[in-house]
Nanobody
């Protein structure tokens, strides 16, 4: 089992920034592909960003140029730096370990609210 602890969510005004963190623990033998998803009521959970063990990244078109995913392999932790936030970024953000590639674990989620 892998446990994921997310933090960093909160309330921010449009144009502001937040940084999310996700620390993985448990049955971890090596760094796996990890990423961030988000979900709002009535919508499917969508992929926001992902990062491989080698540092390769990919982003949803809606966040390219605004969000940056990074990792600290020694700490089994990933981050999501979110800049130029928009109201449509409001969602619960979930950390994922494995990305459905053999393994698939989810965090509890951290809420991000972008509002004036």
């Amino acid at each position: 089992q892998v446990q994921l602890a997310e933090s960093g969510g909160g309330l921010v005004q449009p144009g502001g920034s937040l940084k999310l963190s996700c620390a993985a623990s448990g049955s971890i033998f090596s760094f796996n592909v990890m990423g961030w998803y988000r979900q709002t009521p009535g919508k499917q959970r969508e992929l926001v960003a992902a990062i491989s063990s080698g540092g390769g990244t990919n982003y949803a078109d809606s966040v390219k140029g605004r969000f940056t995913i990074s990792r600290d392999n020694a700490k089994n932790t990933i981050y999501l730096q979110m800049n130029s936030l928009k109201p449509e970024d409001t969602a619960v953000y979930y950390c994922n370990y494995g990305m459905g590639q053999v393994r698939n674990y989810w965090g509890q989620g951290t809420r991000v609210t972008v509002s004036s």
